[in-house]
């Protein structure tokens, strides 16, 4: 029984869900995998059933109604582990922004210390591959006006690419948790940061995807900017909800 759970949010990712899925599986430590499928129209929840005779028992899927937002299938898939013996839950992309082998890092700075360990793509300065620039500076500038509102000293706060102690999900309100875009990763962290985890950030290399399209819009850029100084305000006077 593995110790390790990897959340891999889902919708519409057919063309890189195999090659994700047996990515993790062959890592050297042992990692379960649970994706959380938003009910996918092009097959993605079919081929994880699939996937799973070849895999029983380390691969999950749970699959909802229709897409809701990254958010909430995050904390599905929180209020899943927590349910089960997982000591290290992750947070990775379906899409290979995210390298699969930097999950070993991002666990052994759990293993010796963290209690948040985030794999931050400006940890060592701007390590982005195959984005336009625009987008680049879009995320880095949000970044520095996280840094600002918040007073969390993390250089990549809407990185989604993260490994949480059991404890550190197990002290958070997962049901008060407002945000479903990027602006989530945010206030995840925020929030722990509030309760005095460690945070710790991994310098990881992150690449824009191959295959399959962005879910990136308008209306998350939109949460991210109005949701962090709603966010600010709300901790002062809400502490205790957090």
């Known amino acids: 029984m593995s110790n390790s759970v990897v959340i891999i949010p889902t919708y ?6 195999d090659p994700i899925i047996r990515a993790v599986f062959e890592l050297p430590k042992d990692f379960h995998v649970l ?22 028992n380390i691969l999950f899927l749970e699959i909802r109604k229709e897409k809701s937002g990254l958010g ?17 839950i992750f947070e990775m992309d379906a899409d290979f922004s995210h390298n699969p082998s930097d999950l ?24 982005v591959v195959n984005w336009p620039m625009h987008r680049v500076l879009l995320s880095f500038g949000a970044s520095f006006y996280v840094k ?10 809407t990185a989604g690419f993260v490994c949480y102690k059991r404890k550190v999900l197990e002290e958070i309100n997962l049901d008060s948790v407002r945000f479903v875009g990027y602006a989530f990763q945010i206030e995840m962290k925020f929030r722990a940061y509030l309760k005095n985890f460690d945070i710790q950030e991994i310098s990881i ?24 100084f709603a966010l600010k305000i709300r901790s002062l006077f809400q502490k205790n909800k957090f």
């Open 12 to 17: 519409n990712e057919i063309e890189n869900i």
């Open 104 to 127: 070993v890092r991002l666990r052994k700075a759990c293993e010796t210390g963290a209690d948040v360990a985030v794999g931050s793509r400006y940890k060592k300065g701007v390590n």
């Open 148 to 157: 600002m509102i918040t007073g969390m000293r993390v250089d990549d706060p």
């Open 205 to 228: 290399i992150f690449r824009d995807r191959v295959r399959g399209k962005s879910k990136m819009n308008g209306s998350i850029v939109k949460e991210a900017v109005w949701g962090v």
């Open 72 to 88: 909430t299938a995050y904390i599905h898939g929180f209020k899943w582990a927590l349910q089960r013996d997982y000591e290290y």
């Open 35 to 56: 994706i959380v499928d938003d009910n996918s129209p092009d097959g993605t929840g079919p081929a994880v059933l699939e996937l799973q005779k070849e895999f029983p």
